[in-house]
């Protein structure tokens, strides 16, 4: 059986690519912070492995590599799922809330995949790295968030450039909008409206069908594919700033 960990597993993208995975027989450890929602999230799920962690303390990485591969061995998935938002103006942005953003969008992919490289099955492992389109595409409002995601994508390619001559492939996903709790929340009619203008498939994406990317980059079948970002995003990125209204003449 094959093993994988997935950080942020609590909710959203993290939760639905542990349920991929475990719908390939594959077992999976959910790494969060947030112990209550990952016990409800764990609830029910056979072959996971819940562990408390906050993948932006380098000690709490640590003892959390050393529980999953006690469990599980050698790893074949590394899923750097876990990350935190938020949006406010350039000169609004104060410097503890930066550190907030790269400490865990930054800081701990690197710390856990760090951690977990040593573990990675020769030949076959596979790292997948989370960013946003607002790491492939500027924005207001996102200068800590999208920097941080831009950084992702990097390290990245630093990663696939290093572990490739050991059979290990580092790819990024940069998730477009998706139809998640939060965004429900805090997208407004309006906003919806305007993202939907500005996406070619005039839709948000399901946080299973980024899944469905995490988990082909996971697999055989992406067998030569390391260093890559893919937008998974309808087509946003494309279409660069657009132009709306020109759908209309």
């Known amino acids: 059986m094959s093993n994988a960990i997935v950080t942020g597993a ?19 450890a959910m790494i969060d912070r947030d112990a209550e929602a990952l016990a409800e999230a764990a609830a029910g799920l056979e072959n996971v492995l819940p562990v ?11 003892a959390m ?5 006690g469990e599980f061995g050698k790893v074949d998935a590394l899923i750097n799922n876990a990350g935190v938002a938020d949006f ?16 865990t969008n930054l800081d701990g992919v690197f710390l856990t995949s760090q951690s977990v490289i040593p573990h990675l099955r020769r030949g076959r492992g596979a790292i997948v790295n989370i960013a946003s389109i607002s790491g492939l595409r500027a924005s207001t409002l996102r200068v800590a968030y999208g920097t941080s995601k831009a950084a992702v994508i990097h390290l990245t390619r630093q990663q696939a450039a290093e572990l490739g001559e050991l059979g290990i492939r580092s790819n990024c996903v940069a998730p477009g909008p998706v139809d998640t709790k939060l965004a429900l929340a805090v997208h407004t009619p309006e906003i919806r409206a305007a993202y939907h203008d500005a996406i070619p ?42 132009l709306p209204a020109l759908r209309d003449l």
């Not at 408390?52 to 640590?62: F, G, L, P």
């Not at 590599?65 to 591969?69: E, N, R, S």
């Open 10 to 28: 609590a909710r959203g993208i993290g939760l639905a690519t542990t349920r991929l995975f475990l719908a390939e027989g594959r077992r999976v």
């Open 52 to 62: 408390i962690c906050d993948v932006s303390d380098e000690s709490q990485v640590a």
């Open 65 to 69: 590599v050393a529980q999953v591969t």
């Open 88 to 103: 406010r103006p350039l000169g609004e942005t104060e410097m503890q809330t930066w550190r907030r953003v790269m400490e």
């Open 201 to 242: 498939l005039n839709r948000y994406g399901t946080e299973t069908e980024i899944a469905e990317v995490i988990v082909f980059l996971c697999s055989d079948k992406a067998g030569y594919v390391t260093g890559q970002t893919i937008a998974a995003d309808g087509g946003f990125d494309a279409t660069g700033v657009g």
